[in-house]
């Protein structure tokens, strides 16, 4: 189906069409799906990871969520550079390689999509039930679940950008302010730039530089590069400002949860649980006033939300994709932007049923007790994911067949996504090994 830059809900001009020049004023106003991608990315396990590595360790693991930033930026520009300089979509991409790369996709997309809708109702949940107790976690998380298959199934591209928006703001700024307002140590702050590995902080340290933003949904990020409009190599430099603010912004808000759980939690015994960030809401309510503690948790709601937003459209939108690249014919020729239509891919029955899946199915598990457990298997499965991702980049980003000569990656781009399959290998292999002991 014939598609053009007016596909985008917001579309601008594309390409050859009065595409603006790219003055950071011009890029600036294009921002938002990068925003989507980073904020969906930070989930709550991110600030339980977080803030129990202040508690431990302080500062000490401050550069490890700056190289966790600066890996995710890495592969966010990877990913919206493949969409934009060979103008097709990662599944077409990974089509090239094989089937055997679509189909360790299509398994991996609906065992994760099941682990991951309990888990991303569940920590929606926790600070509404907090806040209003009049429904235990597992209602609260099937009202979530309901509100993010409403909104995502009626909502436009645009809408849901806004909205991601709006949590975004709410998110960095309740959070960010309760960092300012237990007053950051600088001094410690700086020192935490350099690398040092406390003892039994490796596990720590794989996370956050893991954790700062995303598994599969920095795949989707491409896909709302499209569904913003931008159909052709002249929007890479609007990808690449809107990447930056997306990631930095999260880096900052993961910063801010590291200064919380130092000043606060500083040598407290807490471990990874679902009752974490809400202990916190209490430290703050003993040591602040009930003033704290209320905006911590609606921070907390925002943060988690995002998430629901975020996947139920992003991963639907991959898995729709999916389901189209997997029944072409093998003769069948490649896609390119102009034949993937995103408003069809909102619309289509692939996308529908994946929403269903990630709602309803997943509601069986918010029941079993303690449903924060299935975070493990999360983990896990976000691990096996992501030295995929950044292994096919690589490849497809210096294939002479793949990709145009001007926008294959060069030395920078090869080493930082290198070093991001070294780094998930390790996370995948500490993962692995601590889901047997």
């Known amino acids: 189906m014939a598609a053009n830059a007016s596909s985008g809900d917001n579309a601008v001009p594309e390409a050859g069409n009065g595409v603006p020049e790219p003055t950071w004023k011009a890029r600036l106003k294009q921002v938002g799906p990068g925003v989507m991608a980073a904020a969906t990315g930070v989930g709550a396990g991110d600030l339980v990871a977080t803030m129990v590595a202040g508690a431990r360790y302080g500062y000490a693991l401050f550069w490890a969520v700056v190289l966790g930033t600066a890996f995710k930026l890495a592969l966010g520009e990877a990913v919206g550079r ?24 299509g398994v991996y997309i609906v065992v994760w999509g099941f682990i991951y809708g309990a888990t991303a109702m569940s920590a929606s949940a926790l600070p509404l039930n907090a806040m209003f107790p009049v429904l235990p976690v597992g209602g609260w998380a099937v009202v979530c679940g309901l509100a993010g298959l409403g909104l995502v199934w009626f909502g436009r591209y645009a809408l ?16 960010v302010g309760t960092a300012l307002m237990v007053g950051p140590n600088l001094l410690e702050l700086t020192k935490g730039l350099a690398p040092t590995l406390p003892e039994g902080s490796v596990a720590y340290v794989l996370g956050l530089m893991g954790g700062v933003g995303g598994t599969i949904t920095l ?8 569904a913003k409009g931008w159909r052709s190599p002249k929007w890479i430099p609007f990808m690449r400002t809107d990447n930056a603010v997306g990631y930095i912004t999260t880096g900052i808000f993961v910063v801010a949860m590291l200064v919380v759980g130092s000043e606060i939690l500083l040598g407290q015994e807490l471990t990874e649980s679902d009752k974490g960030l809400l202990t916190l809401g209490e430290r703050l309510a003993v040591d602040y006033g009930q003033w704290a503690r209320i905006p911590f948790l609606v921070g907390f709601f925002a943060v988690a939300f995002t998430s629901v937003i975020g996947v139920w459209n992003g991963v639907s939108l991959l898995f729709a994709d999916w389901w189209r690249t997997w ?6 020729p490649e896609e390119t932007a102009e034949t993937y ?3 069809a891919g909102m619309h289509s029955t692939p996308y529908r049923i994946y929403l269903l899946w990630l709602t309803f199915p997943p509601m069986l598990l918010l029941f079993l007790g303690k449903p924060f457990q299935l975070t493990i298997i999360y983990g896990v499965l976000g691990a096996l994911f992501m030295p995929f991702l950044a292994g096919t980049l690589l490849f497809l980003l210096n ?5 145009p000569a001007p926008h294959r990656s060069r030395w920078l781009s090869n080493t930082m996504l290198v ?4 780094l998930f290998v390790g ?3 500490n993962e692995m090994i601590g889901m047997f002991e």
């Open 399 to 403: 294939s002479k067949s793949h990709m």
């Open 341 to 343: 239509d995103h408003k």
């Open 160 to 175: 849901l950008e806004k909205v991601m928006t709006v949590l975004v703001g709410v998110m960095f700024v309740t959070v």
């Open 327 to 332: 029944r072409m014919p093998k003769e069948a």
């Open 82 to 105: 493949w969409h934009l300089g060979s103008n097709r979509t990662m599944l077409s991409g990974w089509r090239t390689l094989g089937r055997w790369a679509t189909g360790y996709f």
């Open 419 to 422: 070093l991001c399959l070294g």
């Open 427 to 429: 996370v995948a292999a």
């Open 219 to 226: 795949a989707a990020y491409g896909y709302w590069t499209f």
